[in-house]
Structure formats: C-alpha cells, structure tokens
C-alpha cells in the first residue's frame, strides 16, 4: 500500500491503468484509523489485481474536496483514473469494501 499526497495523486492514481484503491484519511479521524488494518489485509489479499493506496486529507484538503471527499472514512475504487464505485463513512467496513472490489474486478 502506498501513501499518496497531492503531488503523487495525478501519477499514482488518475493516470494509473486499471484498478487503484485509496483510502482517504485522517490522523484526527479515529474510525479511519481502526479500519486502516483491514484495508491493508485487503491490499495484501487483491494486490496483484488492484493497487492500493492510502491519502491523508489533513495534508491535501483541496484536492479531497476535489474527489467529493466529503467525509471520513472513504474508500474510493478508480478504473483507468475515473471514479467508479465508494463506500463512506459507516458503510466503509471491512466487508463492504472486499464486496466493492469483488463487484468490480
């Protein structure tokens, strides 16, 4: 899993081919904290088939904002740089994610 920021998010995931995974997030934002490791069972699990990468809000709000991040925690699945499927907030648990990703591989 790797960590993107506002200077990487263009590279690593809008012009990235196929799937890529990222996990908004915040070091104030407790719940996304708690899911971190599932997510990160999740990249060791669908590795080969998605890439995944995690980005700190706190860090890149304008650019969050700028993917309709609008709260925390969201998990947002990209196809070839566009935006295709996410789960927020209290739906953003362990096994809605693996189905999200299962639905669209």
């Known amino acids: 899993m790797i960590a993107v920021d506002k200077e990487t998010f263009q590279a690593e995931v809008k012009d ?3 799937l890529v995974l990222v996990d908004f997030w915040s070091e ?3 719940s ?3 899911l971190m490791p599932d997510v990160e069972a999740l990249a060791e699990k669908y590795g080969q088939q998605v890439k995944f990468a995690k980005l700190d ?3 890149a709000r304008r650019l969050a904002i700028g993917e309709k991040v609008l ?3 969201t998990i947002v699945l990209y196809k070839d740089g566009e ?3 996410e789960v927020n907030k209290d739906d953003a648990t362990a096994g809605n994610i693996e189905a999200m990703i299962q639905k669209n591989l």
Do not use: F, N, R, T
């Open 16 to 18: 990235a081919g196929g």
């Open 28 to 30: 104030s934002c407790e």
């Open 32 to 34: 996304c904290k708690a």
């Open 57 to 59: 809000v706190a860090k």
């Open 71 to 73: 709260g925390l925690p």
């Open 83 to 85: 935006k295709i499927d």
